[in-house]
């Protein structure tokens, strides 16, 4: 019997599985943590937070499982992408991480932009525009704006591969996660010496990069005797959480199209080729299947959105969830199921935390527009879902444009758990939607890299098709969609409606 680790760091909290080489999940444990926000718009997290839940996770796991480390034949790491993680000559952390929902990088996205020779210089070099969430940004931050922490830093790692190091004490990463840091040549699947020169960024700080299936590094004894697991486990690239969460979800060949409803939400195109599109309007790069590539695009706050609601405005049924001992999400959107579709004639702007696809905008604010008398709490709610699908919508209507034959939409995540959701996504989006038998997203995706890459199967793809299956389909409701589809102009017009308010909206947060 081959059993892997699957682990994911996430900007929530850490989820580790073991899987059997059937796809049968043995045992699963997830540890919460918080995340920081020091100034509108900045987003920030102390690295050892993941480090002790991975530790706390992988112990969980093997207990639940009854498994001997021994019997781990590897390991994937997926994790929250672009985020930045400094280290010193020690290998110690020299300040908090750079997430990839911080927006505080626009000024040095211009200044790349701007040193790279224009939008259309810089994606031919590395397949992408300048975006706030991308790591390259971050590092000219703290270079500009704390210099001597930046002095010290001699190691630059995302989050999963933070704790690859922890783990085996090896500096490495692999390439779709490479890709969202801005700093990849990504038709080419390796860094891009190009626009590092231009930046002046040595391309020490950067670790050694491999294919996602490939074994990267193996538990130390150190790593071992942390988390129970034999040293000299092997380790595989793994992947960023949207690349590994598609490989979870099956999406390595082309037709198939994902749409994972997270805290951020991902629409995810598998492409044969890297494509190239001068103004970067969707975010490319390399696939955790060698050989192939990704389009995506971006919504910030998707399931974040209803989150929120939940913290801040749904305090009562969080207490009314936790009485009667059922997720405060299912209360919500049973109150959400009583009102129709539409809301009636009640938006919802989901930027609350700027956005990425089709806008670029890291201003953007979020809000309700055309609330009146009739409207109440569960007009509110339904909006926030509605506002998040459509936003998603943004995206599927780019891919569409390039061309993609899209065959299947599988739908993940928190818009997938739930049958509302599920119906609003299909009639949004004018397409029959589906789940499979594999939840879990990124975890599961990066336990099969790893039985790819310790031998158990010859290639991704086989470790797909024989894991994953689909087990339910949301038909559209064809006069739901005409609805949606009078509705979806309106919400794309309230952008273009309130774009230069969001830019004052900022200046008066800041001060300006």
Known sequence: MSVTLGIDIGTSGTKTLAVRESGEILASASAEYPCSYPKPGWSEQDPSLWWNATIATVREVLAKGHLKPEEISGIG?????????????????????LLWNDQRTGAECAEIEAIAGGREALVRMVANRALTGFTAPKLLWVRTHEPKQWDRVRTVLLPKDYIRYKLSG?????????????????ANRK?????????????????????????????????????????????????????????????????????TMGTSGVVFCHTDEPGFDPEGRLQRGCHAVPGAWHVMGVVLAAGGALQWFRNELGKAEVLAAKEQGVDPYFLLTDEAATVGPGAEGLFFLPYLTGERTPHFDPHARGGWIGLTVRHGRAHMIRSVMEGATYAMRDSLELI???????????????????????????????????????????AFGVALLAMVGTGTYSSVAEACDATIQVVETTPVDPSTKGLYDMSYPIYRGLYGDLKGRFTAMDALVRGA
Request: aromatic fraction near 4%; glycine fraction near 14%.
């Open 77 to 97: 790491l997926s994790g929250q992408m672009h985020g930045s993680v400094f280290l010193d000559e020690q290998g110690e952390v020299v300040r908090p991480a």
């Open 170 to 186: 090896t500096f490495a990463t692999e390439v779709s996660d490479a890709s969202g840091t801005l700093l990849l040549d990504v």
């Open 191 to 259: 860094w891009s010496d190009e626009l590092l020169a231009k930046l002046d960024l040595d391309r020490s700080l950067l670790p050694d990069c491999f294919e996602s299936f490939e074994v990267s590094a193996q538990v130390s004894a150190k790593g071992a005797e942390t988390t129970g697991l034999k040293p000299g486990t092997p380790i595989v690239g793994g992947g960023g959480d949207q690349p590994a969460g598609a490989v979870g979800n099956g999406i390595v060949r082309s037709g198939a199209v994902s749409a």
């Open 400 to 442: 569409r444009e390039m061309g993609a034959a899209i065959t299947q939409i599988r739908v993940s995540g928190g818009g997938a758990r739930n049958a509302l959701w599920k119906q609003i996504q299909a009639d949004i989006y004018g397409q029959d939607v589906c789940t499979i038998n594999a939840s879990e997203g990124p």
